[in-house]
């Protein structure tokens, strides 16, 4: 079964305008981490947000935000002000529990965001 | 401003040969991710280790992967022999749990291995 699912395979915003990119994860641990991961055509990975499942707070970072909602599995990525720079892969990926004391980081297969001038 | 590093950041090679890619994790880091990268497959993780210890290495092919961590300022991915379905972008990332369930992970440039 999936862990991590995103939608979106590509998604086309319009500069300035928000941005949601959906995510949503099957977990039956209590204890887990939601990360956010850029992709631009470089090739290099970065760590946008992250989100710890016992946080009450939604993180944000900038103009970045993790909209979590826990009951529905879902942390979606939102980004204010879209910049034409924003164009790039965007990864979901969560963090959990292996046999009760390992943990492994496991990736969606991505939403790729085309910002138009 | 502190990165993982890894080398080489490209390679081209004949099917058979012997591959080895190297990573500098961050300093101070206690987790180090190894993944590969395909237009098909996506990010898939291949192994890692905590405290140089290899915790999970169930997504690599044990045939021809290994990977090791000789000290904690170096990990190692080898492929021998090599194919050219191992063509792929290889990534090491590096990771430390700062708080409870708080956790920060850095990607390296990664090494993209063409093998005809």
């Known amino acids: 079964a999936q862990k991590i699912t995103q939608t979106q395979p590509g998604m086309f915003v319009q500069e300035k305008e928000a941005v949601t990119l959906d995510c949503t994860y099957d977990?039956?641990?209590?204890?887990?981490?939601l990360f956010w991961y850029k992709q631009p055509s470089s090739g290099e990975m970065i760590f946008l947000i992250y989100?710890?499942?016992?946080?009450?707070q939604n993180a944000t970072e900038g103009r970045y935000s993790l909209n979590f909602q826990k009951a529905r599995k879902s942390a979606n990525l939102v980004i204010s002000a879209s910049q034409l720079g924003d164009s790039a892969m965007y990864f979901c990926?969560?963090?959990?529990?292996?046999?009760?004391?390992?943990?492994?980081?496991?990736f969606g297969k991505g939403t790729r965001l085309h910002i138009l001038p | 401003d502190a990165r993982v590093t890894q080398t080489p950041r490209h390679k081209v090679t004949e099917m058979g040969q012997e591959v080895t890619m190297r990573c500098q994790p961050i300093?101070?880091?206690?987790?180090v991710f190894w993944y590969r990268q395909t237009m098909m497959q996506g990010l898939e993780l291949l192994a890692y280790f905590r405290n140089r210890a290899p915790l999970d290495d169930s997504g690599m092919p044990k045939d021809r992967f290994s990977a090791e961590m000789p000290d904690a300022t170096l990990a190692t991915l080898k492929i021998q022999p090599s194919e050219p379905r191992d063509s792929a972008v290889y990534f090491c990332?590096?990771?430390?749990?700062?708080?409870?369930?708080?956790?920060?992970?850095?990607f390296g440039p990664g090494t993209r291995l063409t093998v005809t």
């Open positions: 300093l101070g880091h206690n987790t």
């Open positions: 989100q710890g499942s016992y946080d009450e």
């Open positions: 990926a969560m963090r959990e529990t292996v046999s009760g004391r390992d943990d492994k980081i496991i």
């Open positions: 990332a590096s990771g430390l749990v700062f708080r409870d369930w708080a956790y920060e992970q850095y």
């Open positions: 977990t039956s641990d209590q204890s887990y981490g």
